[in-house]
């Protein structure tokens, strides 16, 4: 499985709508803008058939060093985004196990 870039992105969907690249790159980084500016205050972003960005806490909880196992490290509370992917996404990644158990045994 490949990793998708921005600007793959980008050039796809330039290629199959005939828009520049650049009008291409505006509208999905003001569309990410949107999405971080959105979750930043703390609001749920969805998108329908495609899932949900929400901002969760993580509770402060106590580590330990590897290097130093004796010694505690307290890890503070943050938030962090969590993803739902939606039902038509689940859907269509469900059907992708097959391509992924052959990878692995290759």
Same mark, same amino acid.
């Given at each position: 499985?490949?990793?998708?870039?921005?600007?793959?992105?980008?050039?796809?969907?330039?290629? =199959?709508?005939?828009?520049?690249?650049? &009008?291409?790159?505006?509208?999905?980084?003001?569309?990410?803008?949107?999405?971080?500016?959105?979750?930043?205050?703390?609001?749920?972003?969805?998108?329908?058939?495609?899932g949900a960005?929400?901002?969760? =806490?993580?509770?402060?909880?106590?580590?330990?060093?590897?290097?130093?196992?004796?010694?505690?490290?307290?890890?503070?509370?943050?938030?962090?985004?969590?993803?739902?992917?939606?039902? =038509?996404m689940k859907? &269509?990644?469900?059907?992708?196990?097959?391509?992924?158990?052959?990878? =692995?045994?290759?």
């Open positions: 499985m490949a990793t998708v870039t921005k600007r793959e992105l980008v050039v796809k969907i330039s290629n =199959e709508t005939g828009l520049t690249q650049q &009008q291409v790159f505006d509208v999905i980084q003001k569309t990410l803008d949107s999405i971080t500016d959105a979750l930043a205050n703390g609001d749920t972003v969805v998108m329908r058939n495609f960005f929400q901002v969760k =806490e993580t509770k402060a909880k106590i580590g330990r060093n590897p290097k130093n196992p004796g010694k505690d490290v307290p890890i503070p509370a943050r938030a962090v985004v969590k993803f739902k992917p939606g039902k =038509e859907e &269509q990644v469900a059907g992708t196990l097959p391509m992924i158990r052959e990878r =692995e045994t290759d």
